[in-house]
């Protein structure tokens, strides 16, 4: 079975009914150690996926890629949490390739660990089938606080290079909180095929209009292990602009809105 096979599973949405557990209390940024994928006969787990889930306190954003062809796929929504169940409304989600824009919730039973906690879902329909998914988490948050602290949409982009300015054409997310930030975009070439980034890692704020993102992972291999020194600008509480300098004097700038329930 293909890594690719459980990436895919990761998109497709199910709902189910859950046990009562411990209350959960979600917020926070979990690494996820292995991954599991039955069909009530076999039993095949991963341990090379990289995948970051962040949970602010109204939203969910996870990321993740192959590290052997760095395909990778992201999705973001709400959430609510009850007793050993965390119920994701997805707003939109990519996989490489392919992109959804119809909303839709899938239910997760949560059992917490001494590392974190353990995502399951119990039964998810694939190409005529039913699988059951199992993700262990370790906590990588954070409680370091910060202004950009939520889960934020894309509504402008451009680059700036002289006296020229290019209007960049995409559909971007990025959530930070608890110390690690994410962001996740789809566009389309010139061939109009469509394309999927994602990246995430640890932030810090340096004073209140300049912030240092360190990125681990990426589909992105000129960004793995670099740092870059952003600086950010809050109009009101629910929107920001963030600009990046490069070393030749070109800039890129986002404009991002708050997401909000």
């Given at each position: 079975m293909k890594l690719l096979f459980a990436i895919a599973l990761l998109t497709i949405l199910s709902c189910n009914n859950a046990e009562k557990k411990e209350t959960m209390s979600m917020p926070g940024a979990y690494n996820m150690l292995s991954q599991s994928v039955s069909d009530g006969k076999t039993d095949t787990s991963y341990t090379d996926l990289k995948q970051l889930k962040i949970y602010t306190d109204d939203y969910m954003m996870y990321a993740n890629?192959?590290?052997?062809?760095?395909?990778?796929a992201f999705g973001i929504g709400s959430y609510s949490a009850d007793t050993g169940t965390v119920i994701e409304n997805v707003v939109?989600?990519?996989?490489d390739t392919s992109e959804n824009t119809n909303p839709g919730n899938f239910t997760v039973?949560?059992?917490?660990?001494?590392?974190?906690?353990?995502?399951?879902?119990?039964?998810?329909?694939?190409?005529?089938?039913?699988?059951?998914?199992?993700?262990e988490y370790e906590s990588a948050g954070t409680s370091a606080k910060s202004p950009l602290d939520g889960a934020w949409k894309e509504i402008k982009?451009?680059?700036i290079k002289g006296k020229d300015t290019t209007i960049q054409k995409m559909t971007q997310y990025k959530t930070y909180f608890a110390g690690h930030f994410m962001f996740g975009h789809t566009y389309r070439d010139s061939a109009n095929k469509l394309h999927t980034g994602i990246g995430y890692g640890t932030f810090?704020?340096?004073?209140?209009?300049?912030?240092?993102?360190?990125?681990?992972?990426?589909?992105y291999y000129q960004i793995r292990g670099q740092s870059f020194d952003i600086d950010i600008e809050m109009n009101g509480a629910d929107e920001f602009k963030q600009t990046i300098t490069d070393t030749t004097g070109d800039r890129t700038?986002?404009?991002?809105?708050r997401m909000k329930k």
């Open positions: 890629m192959n590290p052997a062809d760095s395909v990778s939109y989600n990519a996989s039973l949560i059992e917490k660990t001494a590392k974190g906690n353990t995502q399951v879902l119990p039964e998810i329909e694939y190409q005529g089938q039913k699988w059951k998914l199992t993700e982009s451009y680059t810090e704020m340096n004073g209140a209009n300049k912030v240092k993102e360190k990125v681990t992972t990426s589909t700038v986002e404009v991002y809105t």
